[in-house]
């Protein structure tokens, strides 16, 4: 047992390492050298855990997803939920942050950033899958649409937010999308229930958090005395 807990936190030094180092450097420019300068760990023990600089970003992408959140009884709060505790991650969490910079980085032509967009909107489809499947949705909905509309909703709205504020008014400029956006997915009656405020994520986040080792990886999970809605593993 405590090898596999030196084994997590090492993976999780490594992730933290690269993370900084594809923020300040860019995916191409960033090198397996200066990772394992900054992590402080060797090249045998990189290697152990990521077998390229790419296995390297994936890890780093799947921290998007890497926490589950309280079961609520409407699919559409979980998925209010998630974007906002999202907006709130990434203004506090430098892992998440270089998660969501390199899906974006135009220049990272050599790193394939589909897993990244394609790990989100599956978690989306599914969220929406489960919210048409209890009546929530308008019957014209279609949900695979509607994930990669809101996860480009997302994107957008976080780069703006990034290039205005450093991402310091991002809840806010989250609220008002889902604001615009429910509207025209949601039944009127489910739409009238749900809390989309600025608020939230920090009072979902207050509940509490704890780390769990989930196939060879820290998973953070929310903690509620219920069984999770969703587990992410990643890839």
Sequence with gaps: MARQERAIRTRRTILEAAAAVFDERGYTSATIGEIL??????KGALYFHFGSKEELAVGVFEEQLAITLP??????????????????????????RASVGLALDQGAMDLDRTPAFRMWIDQNVQMLAEAKAQG?????????????????????VQLLSQLRCQRQDLERRIVVMFEHFLPSIAVPAVLARLDIS?????????????ELPVQGRVQVQVQKGAVPTQVSTGA
Aim: glycine fraction near 10%; charged fraction near 25%; hydrophobic fraction near 40%.
């Design 136 to 156: 929530e949705l308008l019957p014209h909905v279609d949900v695979a649409e509607t994930a990669e509309l809101l996860v480009g909703g997302f994107s957008g």
């Design 198 to 210: 600025a608020e939230r994520a920090e009072r979902v986040l207050a509940q509490g958090q704890v």
């Design 37 to 42: 300068d900054r992590a402080g760990v060797t």
């Design 71 to 96: 079961p609520q009884s409407s699919k559409l709060q979980e998925l209010v939920d998630s974007g906002l505790v999202l907006a709130r991650r990434l203004r506090s969490e430098p892992l998440v």
